[in-house]
C-alpha cells in the first residue's frame, strides 16, 4: 500500500472523468448540405472512448472472495469495457503492422484473462497523451504513452484466455495509437515504449515530436489519412493531484 491515504492519486475513476471535463468535446460536425448532423456530433470521439475503457480497466476486483462471487464480477467488468470497442477490433504491432490480436473473439479471450488472473493490483495509467481531433464522420486518434501495472496475460504459444498458462505479473510500457470510427475504438497500434518517455515528466510535447517512436506514430496517421494539424498534447504529469 501507500505510505498515506493522502499521497494517494485519485482513482482512475476520478482521473478519467477529469480529463473528460478537460480534453475536447466532440466537434458539433456539420453534413455535406452545411446544416448540422445530429447522428454525426453524437459519437464520442478517442478521448472519450480512452477514457471509458480505463476507467473499466481499472475497476479494481477483490483476489480474496469465493470464485462464484468473483468471477460474476469479472465478467460484468469486461462487458463494461467492451463495450469501448468495434466489433471488428484489432491490436497491431506498429513495426510490422502484424495483428497481435487479429479479431474481437481473440480480444475478449485476451482481457476475460487479463481481468481474471490480474486481480485487484491491475492499474492503468496514462501519463501523456497526444489527441488528433479531425471533421465529421473522419476517424479520430489518440496517441497515449501507458503504464500498466501488475499485468497477467497468457504463457506465449498459448491461446489468449490463459487457460493453458499465464505468464507472472510484469509492468508493461507502451506507445499506443487508439483509431475511433463512428463512436468505437477501431484499431490500436502498439509500440513498447523501451525509452520510458511516458515515465519522464521533462519529456513534453516538444521532446516527444523530436522522438523516433512519435516520428512512427505520425507516419502511420498520415498513412491512414488522419489530421495532424489540429493536434493536442497533454502531459499528466503537470496535473496537480488532489485526494
Known amino acids: 500500500g501507500w505510505a498515506a491515504a493522502a499521497a494517494d492519486p485519485p482513482s482512475g475513476r476520478a482521473v478519467a472523468r477529469q480529463r ?12 455535406p448540405d452545411g446544416g448540422d448532423d445530429e447522428d454525426a456530433g ?39 469495457f467492451l463495450e469501448s470497442f468495434d466489433e471488428k477490433v484489432q491490436i497491431l504491432d506498429l513495426k510490422s503492422g502484424g495483428a497481435i490480436i487479429r479479431d474481437r473473439k481473440m480480444f475478449t479471450m485476451r482481457y476475460s484473462c487479463v481481468f481474471r488472473e490480474s486481480g485487484a ?35 506465449p504459444g498459448t491461446p489468449p484466455d490463459g487457460k493453458l498458462g499465464v505468464r507472472d505479473p510484469r509492468t508493461e510500457h507502451l506507445a499506443v495509437l487508439y483509431e ?38 505520425e507516419a502511420k496517421i498520415t498513412e491512414l489519412k ?18
Open 42 to 80: 453524437m459519437h464520442p470521439n478517442a478521448v472519450m472512448l480512452t477514457n471509458g475503457a480505463m476507467e473499466a480497466y481499472n475497476e479494481s476486483i477483490p483476489n480474496n472472495i469465493p470464485p462464484e462471487k468473483r468471477l460474476p464480477l469479472v465478467k460484468e467488468k469486461l462487458d463494461r
Open 121 to 155: 493490483k491491475l492499474k492503468g495509467t496514462v501519463h501523456k497523451r497526444f489527441y488528433f481531433d479531425a471533421p465529421a464522420n473522419r476517424p479520430t486518434y489518440c496517441l497515449d504513452f501507458e503504464t500498466h501495472d501488475s499485468l497477467v496475460t497468457a504463457t
Open 180 to 217: 475511433a470510427r463512428a463512436g468505437k475504438i477501431t484499431r490500436m497500434w502498439v509500440r513498447q515504449d523501451t525509452e520510458r518517455l511516458g515515465l519522464d515528466p521533462t519529456a513534453g510535447e516538444g521532446v516527444l515530436t523530436r522522438t523516433e517512436a512519435f516520428k512512427a506514430f
Open 226 to 243: 488522419g489530421n495532424l494539424n489540429d493536434r493536442i498534447f497533454h502531459n499528466y504529469h503537470e496535473t496537480p493531484t488532489i485526494g
Open 20 to 31: 473528460q471535463r478537460e480534453e475536447v468535446q466532440p466537434p458539433r460536425q456539420q453534413s
